[in-house]
C-alpha cells in the first residue's frame, strides 16, 4: 500500500505531465491560450512541455520502480545536455540556436519573443534533473544536496508564481525571456513532487513528519497561510481589474484576512488546547502507572531474599536490597554503599570483571564474596553491564543468591569421592598384592620344600644348600613385603604412631647399604653415600629407613652391571633436600605421574628381571609427607633416575636439621 507522501508526488508528477501535455496541444493546434492559459500571457515553450513530459513520466518510474533506472538516467542526461546547451547559450550570449535547429517555433507577443526556453526556464530545468539524478543516490550528501536544489527551486517558482497571481509578473517588460505562468506553476508543483517522492525524510518535510506539537502546528498552520496569501493576491487582482480603487482593494482583503486568520488562530487554538489536554491527561497517567509500578517494584525487590545491586563501573553501589546487606554481613544499606567493591568484596581485585562483568544475563556463575568481617560466602548469581548508544558503560547491575551450604556440600561430597575412590584403590591394590605378590612367593617356598621333604635323602649337600638359600632369599623377600604391607595398612588405619627423635643420617644410609651389599656385590654396583657424617635431622627413625631402604632398592634393581649409585644431601635454609640417583634405564614421560599413585598399578622388573609390586615408592610417598615433605623424581629415559625428597628444618611436628658436635 503506498503512503501518503507517495499518493501526494505521483499526484504531482501527473500534473506536471498534462500540463505539459495541454501546452504541446496548444502548440500543435494554434491554440497559444492553451500553451499560456491565457491569452495576454506567454505560452509555455515547446521544448519545456516536451521536457516536463518526460521528467513528469520519468519521476513517476523511479518513485515505484528502482530496479532498472538505466533507461530513466539515459532520458533524464538526454533532457540535461539539451538544457546545458540552452543555458550557456543564454548565460554567455554565444548563440548557438539549437532549439531553431531543431524546428522549434518562435514568435512575439506584446514584443516579447516567445517558443524559446527562457534562461529562468534553462535554470530551473538544471535544478530539476539535477535533483532527481541525486536523490535515490545512495550517498547521504548527494541526498542532501538534492533536497536543497529542490527546495530552492521550489522558493523561486513559488516566487514566479506569486508574480502572477498577483498581477505583476517578474521580468515582464524586460528584455530577458520571463518563464510563462504555466511554466512556473509546473515547477512549484514538480519541485513539490520531489520533495514528497524522494525526500520526506529529509529537511524541510520533516518538521512536518510525525505527531509531535511541531509537526502538527506546521502541518495547520502554514499550508492555510500560504493559502491566504494566494487568495489575498488572487482577490487583489480582481478588484484592481473590476473597480480599480485601491481604498476597496485594501478594505477587502483586509477584511477577508482578518477573518481567515481569526478562524485560523481558533482552529489552531482549539487543536493546541486539545492537545495540551491530551498531553497533561497522558502525563498524570504515566506518572500514575510509574508510581504503581516503582511501588510494586520496590515492594518486589526489598522482599525478595535474593541479592539485588545496580553499581558503577568503577566500583560503587548505587543501590543494593535488604538481602544483600544480610549475606554480605553489613549493618545497614548505608553501609554497604560506602564500600569500594572491588577491594572490599572481592579476594582479589580482577575478580570483579571476570566474573561479574563479562558474564551476562543469560550466565550463571558461582564465585566468592568477602563478607564484612573478611570471611568468604559462595554467591550464585547473574551480572551484566547496560552501556549508553556510544558503548560507555553506564551502570552494573545483577541478582545474586548465597549458596555458601549448597557449595561447602558439593566440596564435601568432592572429598568424600575423592576419599572412596582412594579406599577402593587402595583395596584394589592390597587384594592385588595378597593375590600375585604374597601368593607367588609361598608357592616357590612350598614348592623347594617340598622337594627337601621328600627328596633330602637324595640330594648332595650342594643341591639342597642352593634350594635351601632360595626359600631363604624368597622368604627374606615376602618378610619384607609384609613388613611393607603392613606398615601401609596401619598409615591408612592411621594406626602407626609418628615419633621424631634426633637420627645421624649418614649412618642409617649405611645400614640400609649394608643390608643390599650382596645385591649391589652380585650386580657390581658401587653404592657411594655423599651424606655427611656430622649431619642428623630430627624425624621418625623407622619410616625415614622404610623410605631410604625402598629408594636405594628400587636404584639397585634398575641399574645395569657396573653402574653406579648415589645418594646426597643438600641443605637449605627451610629444608633438607635427600635424593638417590642411578645410572640406570631411566623412566619413561608418561610413566613418571603413575609410580606414586595408589591406583595406578604400575610396575616394571629390573634389569636382572627382579620384580615389585610398586607398593614400596607409595609407602615413601605416605612416610615423606607424615614428616609434610615431598618427594618427586627426576628422570631421563636411558640415563638414569633420581628420586628427591625433602624434611622441613621447622614445622608443626618440631624436628631440623642440626650439626653434629
Not at 505583476?168 to 504555466?182: D, F, R
Not at 529537511?203 to 499550508?223: Q, T, W
Amino acid at each position: 500500500m503506498r503512503s501518503t507522501h507517495e499518493k501526494i508526488s505521483f499526484g504531482a508528477f501527473l500534473i506536471i505531465v498534462a500540463i505539459g501535455l495541454m501546452a504541446l496541444i496548444g502548440w500543435l493546434s494554434g491554440e497559444l491560450h492553451l500553451a499560456g492559459l491565457m491569452n495576454k500571457f506567454i505560452p509555455m515553450a515547446p521544448a519545456t512541455s516536451v521536457s516536463f513530459i518526460l521528467i513528469g513520466i520519468v519521476s513517476i518510474y523511479r518513485l515505484f520502480n528502482n530496479k532498472r533506472p538505466i533507461l530513466s538516467k539515459i532520458i533524464l542526461y538526454g533532457i540535461l545536455l539539451f538544457v546545458s546547451i540552452i543555458f550557456f547559450d543564454s548565460l554567455t550570449g554565444y548563440f548557438i540556436g539549437i532549439e531553431q535547429h531543431l524546428g522549434l517555433p518562435k514568435g512575439l507577443i506584446n514584443d516579447l519573443p516567445v517558443g524559446l526556453i527562457s534562461p529562468v526556464t534553462s535554470a530551473l530545468l538544471l535544478t530539476s534533473l539535477v535533483s532527481l539524478l541525486l536523490i535515490t543516490h545512495k550517498h547521504a550528501q548527494s541526498r542532501k544536496l538534492s533536497i536543497f536544489l529542490s527546495t530552492a527551486g521550489l522558493f523561486i517558482a513559488f516566487i514566479f508564481d506569486l508574480g502572477y497571481l498577483y498581477g505583476t509578473p517578474l521580468l515582464y517588460g524586460k528584455s530577458l525571456i520571463p518563464p510563462a505562468w504555466n511554466t512556473s506553476l509546473a515547477f512549484s508543483i514538480l519541485f513539490l513532487g520531489i520533495l514528497f517522492g524522494f525526500g520526506r525524510n529529509e529537511m524541510p518535510l520533516k518538521l512536518f513528519n510525525g505527531e509531535s506539537v511541531r509537526a502538527r502546528l506546521m502541518r495547520g498552520f502554514l499550508p492555510v497561510s500560504l493559502l491566504i496569501i494566494i487568495i489575498s493576491g488572487w482577490i487583489d487582482t480582481i478588484i484592481m481589474r473590476l473597480y480599480n480603487d485601491h481604498v476597496m482593494v485594501a478594505a477587502t482583503v483586509t477584511l477577508i484576512s482578518l477573518f481567515v486568520l481569526g478562524i485560523i488562530l481558533l482552529n489552531l487554538a482549539r487543536k493546541i488546547g486539545n492537545d495540551i489536554d491530551r498531553i497533561f491527561e497522558s502525563r498524570d497517567r504515566t506518572e500514575n502507572a510509574l508510581r504503581i509500578s516503582e511501588m510494586k517494584y520496590r515492594n518486589l525487590i526489598e522482599r525478595l531474599p535474593d541479592a539485588v545491586y545496580r553499581s558503577t563501573h568503577e566500583g560503587k553501589f548505587m543501590e543494593v536490597n535488604p538481602a544483600m546487606v544480610k549475606i554480605l554481613g553489613y549493618e545497614s544499606q548505608k553501609e554497604l554503599l560506602a564500600i569500594d567493591i572491588k577491594n572490599q568484596l572481592y579476594f582479589t581485585p580482577e575478580d570483579r570483571e571476570r566474573l561479574v562483568i563479562d558474564s551476562g544475563p543469560e550466565k550463571l556463575n558461582i564465585f566468592r564474596m568477602k563478607k564484612k568481617d573478611g570471611t568468604e560466602v559462595w554467591i550464585e548469581g547473574h551480572g551484566w553491564h547496560l552501556k549508553d548508544e556510544e558503548g560507555r558503560i553506564l551502570f552494573h547491575e545483577g541478582i545474586l543468591r548465597d549458596v555458601t551450604e549448597r557449595k561447602r556440600t558439593e566440596l564435601q561430597l568432592q572429598e568424600y569421592s575423592d576419599e572412596l575412590h582412594e579406599l577402593n584403590a587402595t583395596k584394589d591394590k592390597f587384594f592385588s598384592i595378597i593375590a600375585h605378590d604374597l601368593k607367588g612367593p609361598f608357592m616357590g617356598i612350598v614348592g623347594f620344600s617340598e622337594i627337601l621333604k621328600d627328596e633330602a635323602g637324595q640330594l648332595d649337600i650342594e643341591t639342597i644348600q642352593e634350594y635351601a638359600g632360595q626359600i631363604y632369599a624368597t622368604s627374606k623377600n615376602t618378610y619384607h613385603l609384609l613388613e611393607d604391607l603392613l606398615d601401609w595398612a596401619r598409615i591408612q588405619q592411621s594406626r602407626m604412631p609418628f615419633q621424631p627423635d634426633s637420627v645421624i643420617l649418614h649412618k642409617i644410609v649405611n645400614d640400609e647399604i649394608g643390608l643390599m651389599v650382596q645385591k649391589a656385590t652380585g650386580k657390581m654396583i658401587s653404592v657411594i653415600n655423599h651424606i655427611p657424617e656430622d649431619l642428623f635431622i630430627s624425624a621418625d627413625e623407622y619410616m625415614i629407613k622404610t623410605v631410604l631402604r625402598n629408594l636405594i632398592s628400587n636404584a639397585l634393581k634398575f641399574t645395569s652391571t657396573h653402574g653406579v649409585v648415589e645418594i646426597k644431601a643438600e641443605s637449605r635454609p627451610d629444608e633438607l633436600e635427600i635424593s638417590v640417583k642411578d645410572s640406570g634405564v631411566g623412566i619413561r614421560k608418561e610413566d613418571i605421574g603413575k609410580i606414586f599413585q595408589i591406583g595406578s598399578n604400575h610396575t616394571s622388573r629390573g634389569t636382572d628381571n627382579e620384580i615389585g609390586t610398586g607398593l614400596g615408592l607409595i609407602l615413601c610417598k605416605e612416610f615423606v609427607e607424615k614428616h609434610e615433605g615431598r618427594i618427586w623424581v627426576e628422570s631421563v629415559e636411558g640415563k638414569g633416575s633420581e628420586f628427591k625428597f625433602t624434611i622441613p628444618v621447622l614445622s608443626q611436628t618440631g624436628y631440623s636439621i642440626q650439626p653434629l658436635e
